[in-house]
């Protein structure tokens, strides 16, 4: 069985890790770890866990979390990286939900961030964890940046089009919604239901974090600069992320349907709908998959693809969970073929 700790057990994406790997054949989740509620039992946090899980939360603490084989750090930006040197000169491996190990340009990270980074000398090793592009360095990684959920859905939707040099990279746009879990498990004025139902809006439009991050790995596919414009949103819903992406053809194809379902056939968890669906993101609520429909409205040169997912599952704990079962030699899918929640 692989030992497997949890730092940041209280958030979403802790808890949401629990979840899975609770149920997973092949892991012990053997320590939760939460400065705010070390001494608690997990359970009494998280009474859906009742008679999943008996431990405590504990302080996060190298010597402890040294006896984990994997342990994932389900932490605010800047959390990570002070503990990271220490794991892995312990062979413990490593998978980061946070941002502190995705961009490779360190004063890039510094810019958007606002911090000093703490081990830069560990960020070239760091493996971008979407395994639809990194699926073999993944396997053989010990330290996974595990992408952001904005980038996971926008990446997926765009890969096929960048990769096959379809659409012109200098005009690239990603209108993306999400749920208001995105942004956290904290008090905060914006993600009150009183502030955030009934209502929708647009922010970070003059340039969000997860901008460099999309930009830097569409680069490494196309081999060339590129172009995009970032607009997030926050929806009154709790999970999803919606991203309506545009572009402009400079290649005639003759199927873009064809194109994604040839691309993604052999991924398990990229679903490319019928020709004419519209992606629905309570389709995928619960779930590690995505879902892709496209569009070339009016048999014009624009065309819009349309990729949901559940930011909590492929945009960032199921995700993790399949980069673990890839460094460890597992089928990729296991302990992550859960049917998304329907209503």
Known sequence: MIQAGIVGGTGYTGVELLRILLLHPQVNVSIVTSRADAGKRVDEVYPSLRGYCELCFIEPEVESLSSCDVVFFATPNGTAMLMAEE????????????????????????????????????????VYGLPEINRESIKNARLIACPG??????????????????????????DVKSGVSGAGRKAQLSSLMSETGESFKAYAASGHRHLPEITQSLENVAGKSIALTFVPHLT????????????????????????????????????????????????????????????????????????????????????????????????????????ALYP
């Open 87 to 126: 794991l892995l000169a312990k062979n413990v491996k490593f998978i980061d939900l946070s941002a502190d190990f995705r961009l490779k340009n360190v004063h890039q990270w510094t810019e958007w961030y606002g911090m000093v980074h703490a081990c830069p000398e560990l960020v070239d090793e760091a």
């Open 149 to 174: 959920c904005y980038p996971t859905a926008v990446q997926l939707g765009f890969l096929p089009l960048i990769e096959n040099n379809l659409i012109d990279f200098n005009h690239l746009i990603a």
């Open 236 to 339: 009154p819903m709790i999970r999803g992320i919606h991203a309506t992406l545009y572009g402009k053809l400079t290649t005639e194809t003759d199927s873009l349907q064809a194109l994604y379902q040839e691309y993604y056939q052999n991924e398990f968890f990229v679903d490319i709908l019928p020709s004419g669906s519209h992606a629905d993101t309570r389709n995928v609520r619960g779930s590690n998959h995505c879902q892709i429909a496209i569009h070339q409205p009016q048999d014009s040169d624009t065309v819009v693809i349309l990729s949901v997912i559940d930011n909590l599952v492929k945009g960032a704990s199921g995700q993790a969970v399949q980069n673990m079962n890839l460094m460890f030699g597992l089928e990729e899918s296991l302990g992550l073929e859960t049917i």
